[in-house]
């Protein structure tokens, strides 16, 4: 069958439009797994576009076969890359604190640079603009096993593939994620250490017994030091419970002052619910 010749043009408006697309995504899904699972299968459609154009048509020269796998089919490869990664590192985030979380980052961290350290002289290659090696590296069915093969690579068509575009789209989708990576690890620091909540519970709880019942309950309490082993003052558990029944004591030690000077039951609330209590547990036992 008689190929025709590859068309820049086509390739260009088909990754304009996978820009778009990715961009779409981006602003509307708030949910990272639900975005970047959506990103992947947005790339995944524009790859195999991209492959049939490939494959149906042959390039002018070497030079234009050299220019589409180092510059060109990498930026699509790399989006796939980055969002691949994100869905991985996003599903297998640990549950736990910020600290917990931020020691996983820094690990996702620690495997770009072994990536950069384990193909460092490739990377000064790219990075340097240097083109010496690109008949190795960027045409089709010229790998080198000399040259810091992927494993990835045997597992590929190799009419669609060369030795080292996939390098190429891994270091720029390295990229994407180191910044992903470094803001993640920025917003934890950013965070205040977290305190417990103060706020309270949604249902509002009266108290309709009588302010003295509280009173010689409040007092009870901090005899027994149930607070915090004791530690906050009777005006402290006071004023704790007067904002929590939205309710005010007044002068609860004058009321105290009363409590001590009864002849007899000088604990009647405490009393009466005690009595209260153990009639109730003798009904459930006869029952």
Request: net charge positive; charged share 35%; with cysteine.
């Amino acid at each position: 069958m008689l190929k025709t010749k590859f068309n820049f043009e086509r390739y260009c408006l088909l990754l304009d439009e996978t820009e778009q697309q990715l961009s779409f995504i981006n602003i509307e899904e708030e949910n990272i797994l639900k975005r970047s699972e959506g990103s992947i299968t947005i790339c995944l459609k524009a790859f195999e576009k991209i492959k049939k154009l490939v494959l149906k048509s042959e390039f002018r020269n070497q030079a234009e076969e050299i220019y589409f796998f180092k510059e060109i089919k990498p930026l699509l490869i790399s989006k796939l890359i980055f969002n691949i990664s994100i869905y991985n590192i996003e599903s297998r985030k640990p549950q736990g604190s910020d600290k917990v979380q931020g020691r996983y980052f820094l690990n996702e961290l620690d495997k770009l640079k072994r990536y950069f350290d384990n193909n460092l002289e490739f990377y000064k290659y790219y990075r340097t603009g240097s083109n010496y090696l690109d008949h190795k590296y960027f045409l089709r069915g010229n790998h080198d096993i000399r040259l810091t093969l992927d494993t990835f690579f045997f597992e590929t068509d190799a009419k669609f593939n060369t030795s080292h575009d996939y390098k190429v789209s891994k270091i720029l989708a390295n990229d994407l994620l180191e910044v992903y990576l470094k803001d993640k690890l920025a917003s934890i620091e950013r965070k205040e250490p977290k305190q417990k909540s103060q706020d309270f519970p949604r249902i509002k709880l009266n108290w309709t017994h009588s302010k003295t019942a509280l009173i010689e309950l409040i007092y009870a309490l901090h005899t027994q030091a149930v607070f915090d082993n004791g530690k906050p003052e009777i005006k402290d558990i006071a004023s704790y419970f007067e904002a929590i029944f939205t309710v005010d004591l007044g002068d609860y030690y004058r009321t105290y002052l009363e409590l001590r000077m009864r002849k007899t039951a000088k604990t009647k609330f405490i009393d009466t619910i005690r009595d209260a209590l153990h009639k109730r547990m003798d009904e459930l036992e006869e029952k």
